[in-house]
């Protein structure tokens, strides 16, 4: 009943957001965000596009970053927790005398002693609901998935807590589960729903169009599930103090972790402060999940502080991750290479109480032109653990068929692979009918294919031999959406010495958030790099900003600037008459050299230390929430890449090795290159682990992760890894806050499709099953 309901509301969303949308594309360029652009692309101070430091990195290499299990507090217990070993049932028995005698144990908390609490809110259920699941959390004896909490132990140390966890006697009454994915699509599908759409679109006949086409390709290509492999293991450090809840936590979704949790216990928001000043790597899964829950209902029953690590194999049966994907890829095309027939379509996997389909169709909705287009993503609902956004949700599986397919049509069409791409650009959006807001793909393929050699591939497949290796080249489109949500805000304080803290609940993970947005208010306030501190991580400040989609950019960007229109307003009132900025509007001014001084007039100009001093104030202070994100149905707004790869396939063992690796990126305006170039590294490498290695193992008869561990769940290490070359358009996005969209997670994009592609050019064999192991290439 419940999928029924959620199913219900979802639609009647994605009803109200369709007519909204229609209305908001029509509407004049002035009325949105973006219409005119943001001032910093043509205020050039030279702090923003510097390769500046990052400025948390002096207090990570010296050891005083205080993570989330790092947090010291007195009189602190230790947790440890007990996993379900069937993926449906309920417990029949549950013995935990011998933990509870176990030395140093405080409690056990099982389903019997927990405080009650309400279901988890899901995520995206709400403005701020944040849940992995819609799940009770320990309500009851009943299992939903192999590896739910069913105990947690508290201990004066974490190695007490462990031992007493093993000393736990249970039993199960199992039911029959659901965890063929087989039998499940044999059962029926249903349409998947994404962000309140249906994820089903068709224009045109393109199955007519793909059957009178004189060339064409049809295949299936199949995605693995993958697991959450942050290097900082999920933890969370938590106190009560009365009826407030601190959570010291390794999060990326600071206020929407507060607000699920007051809903959770039945306390109002404000009594419930989270804390993530610095987090050990994201990538989607480090939101609310059960551990979180759990620590601060066993803090609530023990009155005592709490803190919980999950071990690795903890993250594994906990945090979801990626589902696993089936998808057809169909092209058409004339003998000239123009697209006719566009056909992604295809099943996934998700359960019962989450609302996350891999939205695998994404970037065929707005890569190439097509006479018609067809797609469509169908889930079915296994009993398992509810799995979650990965690093480009969608886009990273979903761009690994559509360009292999390209690639496969190519070779067919007997065309260079980057010219039949160019061919099939689009003039608009090719699904929504939106103007691009800015799309330079093209230079960024024509200048990548130059710097990588492009011409010196051999486009027969396995004519380039090195003694005992194949060599080969391949390529790929990389795309990522603009994403922007709602519910941004910040605060500006200026101080008499000519010091501004920028306050946002925003969130840094490794990527140089605090750095950019550093560099940015300095910018646009007219002050050094040292004069300006980020504030962040903290539920407490201003704003309910996502670090995900890659979208915390423009949301911290365009929040500050509100906040900075503010600022100056509020500094024009305190100028007064005898300024030579009387009478200026807020539009009308500019921060330059410490003050403000008017846009076409430098020599009207007050510093700000004047400008509070003859006011008598220490400081001044603005606070101002963000235009609702309409740039989004106004303009189709994406990152794009044009991805490259030479590699070589050993002809006796099948060993792969990536020899070297090129992105070549449209981004709009790169605020940092330093921080720049290391994301979108780290994309290519963590795409390097999808297309070779990674792969959950998953049990489907148990229902249970089978390899949860490091040394079973095989990630790229350093041999693994080749030199790895990007480069960028640079040109400002019109449209977009500071002319910049987001790069987070462009890099893993196109990826996969680029290394498969490169192994076909290599050895002529098509692998169209990720990861692409040795024994698929003997």
């Given at each position: 009943m419940s999928n029924i309901v959620e199913t219900a509301k979802q639609a009647v969303q994605g009803a109200m957001q369709g007519v909204m949308q229609k209305a908001v594309a029509i509407a004049p360029d002035s009325w949105m965000p973006g219409g005119r652009p943001d001032p910093l692309i043509r205020q050039q101070h030279g702090h923003v596009g510097r390769p500046v430091s990052r400025v948390d990195g002096p207090r990570k290499v010296r050891g005083e970053a205080t993570f989330a299990a790092e947090v010291p507090l007195e009189n602190m217990a230790y947790a440890a927790v007990a996993f379900s070993t069937v993926a449906k049932g309920r417990i029949a028995a549950l013995d935990t005398r011998a933990a509870e005698a176990a030395p140093g144990v405080v409690l056990v908390m099982t389903y019997r002693n927990a405080p009650r609490m309400q279901p988890m809110p899901l995520f995206l259920s709400g403005a701020k609901a944040g849940g992995g699941s819609n799940l009770p959390v320990m309500q009851d004896d009943r299992i939903h998935w192999n590896g739910q909490p069913i105990a947690v132990v508290l201990a004066e140390t974490q190695e007490q807590a462990d031992h007493a966890k093993s000393l736990i006697e249970v039993a199960y009454a199992a039911e029959p589960a659901l965890v063929d994915y087989a039998e499940a699509k044999a059962r029926g599908t249903e349409t998947g729903m994404f962000m309140g759409q249906p994820l089903k679109q068709e224009i045109g006949d393109a199955d007519a169009a793909l059957a009178a086409a004189p060339v064409k390709v049809d295949a299936v290509y199949r995605t693995p599930r993958h697991n959450h492999n942050a290097i900082e293991l999920h933890a969370a450090t938590v106190q009560w103090d009365g009826?407030?809840?601190?959570?010291?936590?390794?999060?990326?979704?600071?206020?929407?972790?507060a607000w699920s949790l007051a809903k959770m216990f039945g306390i109002e928001e404000a009594q419930v402060h989270v804390t993530s000043p610095f987090v050990g790597g994201g990538f989607g899964g480090k939101c609310l999940w059960e551990h979180q829950v759990l620590a601060a209902a066993a803090a609530k029953l023990v009155g005592r502080p709490v803190r919980i690590v999950l071990s690795r194999e903890g993250v594994y049966r906990l945090v979801g991750g990626r589902t696993l994907t089936e998808q057809r890829f169909a092209i058409g095309a004339e003998a000239d290479g123009r697209f006719t027939a566009l056909i992604h379509a295809g099943t996934t996997a998700m359960t019962p109480h989450n609302a996350m389909p891999e939205p695998f169709i994404l970037p065929t909705m707005s890569a190439y032109a097509a006479d018609a287009i067809k797609l469509d993503v169908e889930v079915v609902r296994l009993d398992m653990l509810a799995n979650t956004f990965m690093r480009a949700p969608g886009e990273s599986v979903g761009t690994f068929a559509l360009e292999c397919a390209v690639d496969e049509i190519a070779e067919k069409l007997e065309m260079d692979p980057i010219e039949l791409r160019i061919r099939n650009e689009p003039d608009k959006d090719p699904t929504q009918g939106l103007p691009f807001s800015s799309r330079h793909i093209v230079e960024a393929w024509r200048t990548g294919a130059e710097r990588f050699g492009w011409s010196r591939r051999v486009s027969r497949p396995r004519a380039r031999r090195e003694g005992e290796w194949w060599v080969g080249m391949g390529c790929a489109t990389a795309t990522y959406p603009y994403h922007r949500m709602p519910g941004g805000a910040a605060r500006i304080t200026l101080t008499r010495d000519g010091h501004a803290r920028v306050d946002v609940a925003a969130h840094e993970m490794g990527m140089g958030t605090a750095t950019a947005h550093t560099q940015v208010t300095a910018e646009r306030l007219g002050l050094e790099l040292d004069q300006v501190t980020v504030a962040y991580g903290d539920s407490m400040l201003p704003g309910t900003i996502l670090a995900g989609g890659s979208q915390q950019t423009a949301s911290i960007g365009i929040s500050v600037l509100a906040a900075q229109q503010a600022l100056f307003a509020e500094l024009l009132k305190l100028a007064?008459?005898?300024?030579?900025?009387?009478?200026?509007?807020?539009?009308?001014?500019?921060?330059?050299?410490?003050?403000?001084?008017?846009?076409?007039?430098?020599?009207?100009?007050?510093?700000?230390?004047?400008?509070?001093?003859?006011?008598?104030?220490?400081?001044?202070?603005?606070?101002?929430?963000?235009?609702?994100?309409?740039?989004?149905?106004?303009?189709?707004?994406?990152?794009?890449?044009?991805?490259?790869?030479?590699l070589r396939v050993n002809a006796v063992t099948g060993e792969v090795r990536i020899d070297r690796f090129l992105g070549s990126f449209d981004c709009g305006r790169i605020l940092n290159p330093k921080t720049a170039a290391s994301q979108f590294r780290g994309g290519i490498i963590m795409g390097i682990g999808m297309a070779l290695m990674e792969e959950t193992q998953f049990d489907e008869r148990s229902g249970r992760i089978m390899n949860p561990s490091l040394a079973e769940y095989h990630l790229p290490v350093h041999a693994d890894v080749p030199e790895i070359d990007v480069m960028w358009t640079d040109i400002p996005d019109p449209h977009a806050p500071m002319g910049a969209r987001g790069i987070g997670e462009i890099g893993i994009t196109g990826t996969g499709a680029a290394i498969a592609n490169a192994i076909y050019n290599a050895t002529g064999k098509r692998i169209r099953d990720l990861p692409i192991t040795l024994d698929k290439l003997l």
């Amino acid at each position: 009943m419940s999928n029924i309901v959620e199913t219900a509301k979802q639609a009647v969303q994605g009803a109200m957001q369709g007519v909204m949308q229609k209305a908001v594309a029509i509407a004049p360029d002035s009325w949105m965000p973006g219409g005119r652009p943001d001032p910093l692309i043509r205020q050039q101070h030279g702090h923003v596009g510097r390769p500046v430091s990052r400025v948390d990195g002096p207090r990570k290499v010296r050891g005083e970053a205080t993570f989330a299990a790092e947090v010291p507090l007195e009189n602190m217990a230790y947790a440890a927790v007990a996993f379900s070993t069937v993926a449906k049932g309920r417990i029949a028995a549950l013995d935990t005398r011998a933990a509870e005698a176990a030395p140093g144990v405080v409690l056990v908390m099982t389903y019997r002693n927990a405080p009650r609490m309400q279901p988890m809110p899901l995520f995206l259920s709400g403005a701020k609901a944040g849940g992995g699941s819609n799940l009770p959390v320990m309500q009851d004896d009943r299992i939903h998935w192999n590896g739910q909490p069913i105990a947690v132990v508290l201990a004066e140390t974490q190695e007490q807590a462990d031992h007493a966890k093993s000393l736990i006697e249970v039993a199960y009454a199992a039911e029959p589960a659901l965890v063929d994915y087989a039998e499940a699509k044999a059962r029926g599908t249903e349409t998947g729903m994404f962000m309140g759409q249906p994820l089903k679109q068709e224009i045109g006949d393109a199955d007519a169009a793909l059957a009178a086409a004189p060339v064409k390709v049809d295949a299936v290509y199949r995605t693995p599930r993958h697991n959450h492999n942050a290097i900082e293991l999920h933890a969370a450090t938590v106190q009560w103090d009365g009826d407030s809840l601190i959570v010291h936590d390794a999060s990326q979704a600071v206020d929407h972790t507060a607000w699920s949790l007051a809903k959770m216990f039945g306390i109002e928001e404000a009594q419930v402060h989270v804390t993530s000043p610095f987090v050990g790597g994201g990538f989607g899964g480090k939101c609310l999940w059960e551990h979180q829950v759990l620590a601060a209902a066993a803090a609530k029953l023990v009155g005592r502080p709490v803190r919980i690590v999950l071990s690795r194999e903890g993250v594994y049966r906990l945090v979801g991750g990626r589902t696993l994907t089936e998808q057809r890829f169909a092209i058409g095309a004339e003998a000239d290479g123009r697209f006719t027939a566009l056909i992604h379509a295809g099943t996934t996997a998700m359960t019962p109480h989450n609302a996350m389909p891999e939205p695998f169709i994404l970037p065929t909705m707005s890569a190439y032109a097509a006479d018609a287009i067809k797609l469509d993503v169908e889930v079915v609902r296994l009993d398992m653990l509810a799995n979650t956004f990965m690093r480009a949700p969608g886009e990273s599986v979903g761009t690994f068929a559509l360009e292999c397919a390209v690639d496969e049509i190519a070779e067919k069409l007997e065309m260079d692979p980057i010219e039949l791409r160019i061919r099939n650009e689009p003039d608009k959006d090719p699904t929504q009918g939106l103007p691009f807001s800015s799309r330079h793909i093209v230079e960024a393929w024509r200048t990548g294919a130059e710097r990588f050699g492009w011409s010196r591939r051999v486009s027969r497949p396995r004519a380039r031999r090195e003694g005992e290796w194949w060599v080969g080249m391949g390529c790929a489109t990389a795309t990522y959406p603009y994403h922007r949500m709602p519910g941004g805000a910040a605060r500006i304080t200026l101080t008499r010495d000519g010091h501004a803290r920028v306050d946002v609940a925003a969130h840094e993970m490794g990527m140089g958030t605090a750095t950019a947005h550093t560099q940015v208010t300095a910018e646009r306030l007219g002050l050094e790099l040292d004069q300006v501190t980020v504030a962040y991580g903290d539920s407490m400040l201003p704003g309910t900003i996502l670090a995900g989609g890659s979208q915390q950019t423009a949301s911290i960007g365009i929040s500050v600037l509100a906040a900075q229109q503010a600022l100056f307003a509020e500094l024009l009132k305190l100028a007064g008459n005898d300024s030579p900025l009387a009478g200026l509007k807020p539009e009308e001014v500019v921060g330059r050299d410490g003050g403000l001084a008017k846009l076409d007039d430098p020599s009207r100009h007050e510093r700000y230390d004047s400008i509070l001093a003859r006011a008598r104030r220490d400081e001044v202070s603005a606070e101002a929430s963000a235009p609702p994100p309409l740039e989004t149905m106004h303009w189709s707004m994406h990152s794009h890449g044009a991805m490259f790869c030479e590699l070589r396939v050993n002809a006796v063992t099948g060993e792969v090795r990536i020899d070297r690796f090129l992105g070549s990126f449209d981004c709009g305006r790169i605020l940092n290159p330093k921080t720049a170039a290391s994301q979108f590294r780290g994309g290519i490498i963590m795409g390097i682990g999808m297309a070779l290695m990674e792969e959950t193992q998953f049990d489907e008869r148990s229902g249970r992760i089978m390899n949860p561990s490091l040394a079973e769940y095989h990630l790229p290490v350093h041999a693994d890894v080749p030199e790895i070359d990007v480069m960028w358009t640079d040109i400002p996005d019109p449209h977009a806050p500071m002319g910049a969209r987001g790069i987070g997670e462009i890099g893993i994009t196109g990826t996969g499709a680029a290394i498969a592609n490169a192994i076909y050019n290599a050895t002529g064999k098509r692998i169209r099953d990720l990861p692409i192991t040795l024994d698929k290439l003997l």
